[in-house]
């Protein structure tokens, strides 16, 4: 009902779609538009993004969400330490990949979405109505998509209610599909999946699930030119984040270092 | 064709301000109180779904006394003005101090300009980190805004409230027990009854938490704090 009356209700994202400074997602005028013959434009439009893995698994318990920290323009490294896994609030988590402008946009957007809506409401959303949004906020973005700045995250949150970890992958158009395993996206999220595809089984540890996300993320930089690997010179590894019913909370990069280092020393032995 | 009735700027405004003064006592009152670790808000409020005092920002809590309605017009829509600015700048850019102007303008311009003036009064409290001093704003039906030190009270009997609280208080460093009870007291005194942990609102900014640093304390906290 209030809704009607109240024409923001209690999306901080429709507010100012409708209010802020300048609209969202306003696609420059120049370059090619999509057309209206033969396929519906949508040949043009990148299915999965360049550079980045990121990747979510599910243990017993919660979710594990990870990404790796490299940032490529064209064929050169433009950052080592780029985070592309966020807190969206206290029980959810979004990783992203593709264009980094938009696609940081679309974080720091969604967190405000939520803790709004959880501001204005008293209560925090569902893990549903998180993903659903989200899913949303990815539509809005499909004009500027076809400019070739696609946006696809990767949701994993703790849905309280069913007391489970849950993961949501995305498409270009707003799409949204649940997983009840493992996901992983970006220009290496097919080697990073096909390595979780090998290693997962249900009712994982905590400790075996960053264990199988390290393996994929370095299977994907390994294979993948637009994936960075763990720097041992810089002592720069993988974001992880676990999400439990206790809230969300950064994997200590003590511990994923050892795991790291485990990792590389094994395959050492193998060459 | 009959001509309106000259009714004086004066009396209009007089008039006014009786009608949102009389509406305002009528409600139950919020006392706000600086201790150790940040602010205590506390309000007598039945109910437990319905809230008076409510998160606005990292460092900021907002609570409105007077018709339901219209605070909670007001409180949505401080919000929105806390994350716009927020979003489109930085966190830290979102003041208390801003937020009560706003409020301030735009109850006084609806008090001058429309036949019913809003029947509330709101509080904007904000919690002071490194060193800063905690900052508590109230603001009156006609957009008056008053900038508060070591307690303020808004709803109900606050000037006796006011006046119970001025001459027990004594320092921000009384600790949260200290506070709660104090307030409890000043409640229970004004109002002569016996309000328990179920008819209470608390909340606190506590700033030695990081990030948002609102937190509302449950009933089973608020009685091991009073026992």
């Known amino acids: 009902m209030s809704r009607f009356l109240d024409p923001y209700g209690s999306s901080f994202y429709d507010f100012l779609a409708s209010r802020g400074p300048e609209p969202l997602h306003q696609a420059p005028q120049s370059g090619s538009q999509p057309t209206a013959s033969g396929a519906p434009g949508l040949s043009g439009l990148p299915a999965v993004p360049h550079g980045t893995t990121v990747l979510a698994i599910r243990f017993q318990g919660g979710v594990l969400i990870a990404g790796d920290r490299q940032a490529t323009e064209g064929f050169q490294v433009s950052g080592r330490r780029i985070d592309k896994v966020f807190k969206a609030d206290e029980h959810s988590a979004i990783a992203i990949a593709g264009a980094a402008g938009p696609a940081l946009e679309l974080a720091r957007l969604f967190q405000v979405e939520l803790e709004h809506y959880e501001k204005l409401e008293g209560d925090m959303l569902s893990c549903e109505g998180k993903a659903n949004k989200l899913s949303q906020m990815v539509r809005g973005n499909l004009p500027m998509a076809f400019q070739g700045l696609v946006v696809i995250p990767l949701f994993a949150g703790y849905d309280l209610k069913r007391r489970e970890g849950r993961i949501f992958k995305y498409d270009v158009t707003g799409g949204r599909y649940e997983e009840t395993e493992y996901h992983a996206t970006g220009s290496g999220g097919k080697d990073a999946r096909d390595t979780m595809k090998q290693m997962y089984r249900r009712g994982l540890t905590e400790a075996q699930a960053l264990r199988i996300a390290l393996e994929a993320l370095y299977n994907a930089a390994e294979e993948d030119v637009g994936t960075g690997g763990p720097d041992l010179i810089r002592g720069i590894y993988p974001t992880m984040k676990v999400i439990t019913d206790a809230g969300i909370r950064d994997l200590e990069e003590s511990k994923v270092a050892e795991t790291c280092n485990a990792l590389i020393s094994e395959r050492r032995e193998k060459v | ?227």
């Open chain 2, 1 to 227: 064709m009959a001509l309106p009735y000259y009714v004086s700027p004066e009396q209009m405004m007089a008039d006014k301000a009786e009608y949102a003064k009389k509406g305002i006592a009528k409600g139950r009152s919020i006392v706000a109180m600086e201790y150790a670790d940040g602010v205590l808000l506390v309000a007598d409020n039945p109910s437990a779904s319905l809230h008076k005092i409510s998160e606005m920002y990292d460092r900021i809590a907002f609570s409105g006394a007077g018709k339901y309605n219209e605070f909670e017009m007001l409180r949505k829509a401080g919000i929105r003005h806390a994350d716009l600015k927020g979003y489109t700048y930085s966190r830290e850019d979102v003041t208390a101090k801003s937020l009560a102007n706003a409020y301030s303008q735009s109850i006084g311009s609806l008090f001058s300009a429309d036949p019913k003036p809003l029947e509330v009064e709101l509080l904007v409290v904000e919690v002071g980190q490194d060193g800063k001093p905690n900052e508590l704003y109230r603001i009156s039906f006609d957009g008056s805004i008053i900038d508060e030190r070591g307690v303020a009270v808004i709803g109900g009997k606050s000037e006796a409230l006011m006046t119970f609280l001025k001459s027990r208080w004594t320092s921000a460093s009384i600790s949260l027990r200290e506070a709660l009870r104090l307030s409890l007291e000043a409640l229970d005194t004004v109002t002569n009854q016996k309000l328990g942990a179920e008819g209470l609102e608390v909340a606190v900014l506590d700033r030695t938490r990081t990030g948002r640093t609102f937190r509302r304390i449950g009933s089973a906290e608020i009685k091991a704090l009073l026992a």
